[in-house]
């Protein structure tokens, strides 16, 4: 039996609005199993593993987006070739306005003309953001981020003399044990 099966992604738990609608999409396409994550396309991805896994000779990888699925063309060309090699299509539902099967030539080609364009486009406005950066910081207007637990120091403080453990510091904060005891030991110093 020939199956769709769906793959969907979000990058942050910040964003589960997006994810809730590639699940409403993928099952709108007809996908009948569909795997998910949240976490960013630069770690390990068990999800689609599990996906790339699953799917048989005949199915279909389903995603909604390209950036769902692959974070590079050598990476999205790995996983074509690695569905290719099963027998597996790829079919992505919103590539530009429009859908592409990779069961196609066509779609083929235009997958890879994609990918290397965006991939292109990404390294372009990456360089222009380290230039940018080191202009603002040579004229002494760049800061940088502000370190998220350094600025919780007096809450953690606080929450460690009212004799709350480090690991409860740490998720009631939305920071790491790691970060707790960092600010715990510098004010120690």
């Known amino acids: 039996m020939l199956t769709q099966v769906g793959y969907r992604r979000s990058s942050t738990s910040e964003q589960v609005a997006g994810y809730e609608a590639q699940h409403a999409q993928l099952a709108a396409a007809g996908c009948s199993k569909v795997f998910g994550e949240m976490v960013s396309s630069v770690v390990q991805r068990d999800q689609l593993e599990a996906a790339l896994d699953y799917v048989r000779e005949g199915d279909t990888l389903v995603v909604c987006k390209i950036d ?46 994609f ?34 637990a350094k600025r919780l120091a007096p809450q953690v ?23 707790v005891h960092r600010i715990v030991a510098e004010r120690a110093a």
């Open 115 to 148: 990918a290397a364009v965006a991939e292109f486009e990404r390294a372009v406005m990456l360089e222009r953001q380290k230039i940018g950066i080191a202009k603002a910081k040579a004229d002494g207007k760049y800061r940088g981020r502000a370190p998220t």
């Open 68 to 113: 769902r699925l692959a974070r590079s063309t050598s990476d999205l060309l790995a996983i074509v070739a690695k569905l290719e090699a099963k027998g597996v299509g790829l079919r992505i539902l919103d590539f530009g306005g429009t859908e592409v099967d990779t069961k196609s030539p066509t779609g083929r080609m235009l997958l890879t003309m």
């Open 157 to 179: 403080h606080e929450m460690r003399a009212s004799g709350v453990g480090a690991t409860a510091i740490a998720e009631r904060l939305g920071i790491s044990r790691a970060s």
